[in-house]
C-alpha cells in the first residue's frame, strides 16, 4: 500500500523547545514528498492544542470533513517528549484515523531522523553511531539512538568513550567525549512520513502508535490516600 494523502502530526518537542505541528503530504511519484499545508505552532499550548492546528492543515489541503478527499493515513510521532503533548497528538491522531477510517502509524523522533543521521555518519566514516538528545524536563534530556531511548539525567551522566554524531534540540547539553554536532534538530513533516510509510509496509518493526512515555509521570497520589469512592 502506498498512501497518497498523509496527514502528520508531531507534539513531541518538550521544554522550550514545546510546539505543536500538523501538515498535510503527499508522495511525489519518483520518491520523497510535497508539503501541501504546513502548521506550527510554539509552546505547551499549541502541542496541547494541535487539533486545532490539524484543522487548519486540512482546510488548507482540502482534505476532510465536508470534502471529498481524505487523508489515507495518519501519521504521529510517538516520542520521547512532552508528556502531554504526545497524549495529546496522539489522542488526535487516533480519533481522527478512526473517524477516516484510516490507518494510524507512530514513529519516534530518531526513526524519523534515521536516514539522515545514518548518512551524516558515513559520511565522517569513523564514528561509534549517533545520538538524538531532544529535551526533557528539569535537568534531564532524552536520548535515543539506534538501539532505543533512554531518559537521563546530566549530573549523572557519564560521557560515551569514542566519537558520535550528536544531533537534536538539546544536543549541546550532553557530555560526549569526542562529539560531532549535527544540524538536525527536528523530524520535518517529509521525514515523518517517510518513515510511516516505512512501517506501515514492514521496512521497519512494529510500534504502537501511543504515546513512549520513557520518564514516568510527574503526577504522584495525596499523601493521605484517594478520597473514598461517592455513594
Known sequence: MQPERLLVLD????????????????????GGYTVLSHLSAAGKQAAEGIG??????????GWGAGQPVQPDLVAVVTGPGSFTGLRASCAMAAGYALGAGCPLVGVTR????R??????????GDLD????????????????RAAGVQAVALASWSPLPGRWLVAGDAAA???????????LTQPTASQIAE??????????????????????PEAKLPAAGLRSAPV
Open 11 to 30: 507534539g513531541s518537542p518538550a521544554g522550550e523547545a514545546a510546539s505543536g505541528t500538523a501538515a498535510c503530504v503527499t508522495p511525489f511519484p519518483d
Open 52 to 61: 486545532l492546528l490539524a484543522a487548519e492543515a486540512l482546510q488548507q489541503a
Open 110 to 113: 530518531g526513526e524519523a531522523l
Open 115 to 124: 536516514p539522515q543521521l545514518d548518512a551524516e555518519c558515513a559520511r565522517y
Open 129 to 144: 553511531g549517533w545520538l538524538l538528545v531532544t529535551a526533557a524536563r528539569r535537568g534531564r534530556v532524552f536520548v535515543e
Open 173 to 183: 547539553s550532553l557530555p560526549v567525549a569526542e562529539p560531532v554536532f549535527s544540524e
Open 195 to 216: 518513515a510511516a510509510v516505512a512501517r506501515l509496509k514492514g521496512q521497519l518493526g512494529p510500534r504502537d502508535a501511543l504515546p513512549l512515555y520513557v520518564d514516568p
